[in-house]
Structure formats: structure tokens, C-alpha cells
């Protein structure tokens, strides 16, 4: 099993940049996918999640109402929309999944992890 995240960038605050995970060996109808973010000199934190049934979402509240996640099957993609950027949005972003039917916020619920991509986002 292998999960891609791509789309970071370095965006200007206010900016847009929408993050993108794929996997081999693995479909996301049937697995939970979470993000996740760890900026210089912190732990990582939850930014989003997506239960694989029913497709239900949820946010950290750091990010609710800029940050949308949604699932395109027939592309055995995850995308983490990420509106009205930030500069404390900084941080090199992973994607994850599980087989659970969950939204977990704990990065410990989670299998399969990608490798991240930087987003950087200038004041």
C-alpha cells in the first residue's frame, strides 16, 4: 500500500491551494482517510478526516469553514481544499488511512501513511 500526497506550495496568505491524495493498493470507498499537519518545532495535528461510509466529514476547528475534504472515487482520490490561507497554516501535510469507518482525529487510528507535501504560506 502506498498513499501520494501532492499540492503544496508556497501561497500568499489569503491564497488557495488544494492538496491531493492518492493510493496504490488500497480504495478510499472502503477506507477512512484522514490529514493531518506538522509545522517546524510541533507535534503533528488533525486537520481533517473523511469516514469512508457515507463519506462524512470533519475539521479541526482551526480549519473548519476554510479547509473542505472530498473524495472522487472514480479517481481513487482525496482532496483537502484549503481556502483563505493562513500563515500558521505552515506545515508539511500527510495524508493517512484506515480500513476503520471512522473520523478519527488521532494520527495512532490510522495505517497507511503518505509522505507529505510542504505548504507554505508567506505573510
Known amino acids: 500500500v502506498q498513499l501520494q500526497a501532492s499540492g503544496g506550495g508556497l501561497v500568499q496568505a489569503g491564497g488557495s491551494l488544494r492538496l491531493s491524495c492518492t493510493a496504490s493498493g488500497l480504495s478510499f470507498n472502503n477506507h477512512s482517510v484522514g490529514w493531518f499537519r506538522q509545522a517546524p518545532g510541533k507535534e503533528r495535528e488533525f486537520v481533517a478526516s473523511?469516514?469512508?461510509?457515507?463519506?462524512?466529514?470533519y475539521y479541526a476547528d482551526s480549519v473548519k469553514g476554510r479547509f473542505t475534504m472530498s473524495r472522487d472515487d472514480a479517481k481513487s482520490t482525496v482532496y483537502l481544499q484549503m481556502n483563505s490561507l493562513k500563515p500558521e497554516d505552515t506545515a508539511v501535510y500527510y495524508c493517512a488511512a484506515t480500513r476503520l469507518s471512522t473520523g478519527s482525529r488521532s494520527g495512532n487510528s490510522y495505517n497507511y501513511w503518505g509522505q507529505g507535501t510542504l505548504v507554505t504560506v508567506s505573510s
Open positions: 473523511i469516514r469512508w461510509h457515507r463519506g462524512v466529514t
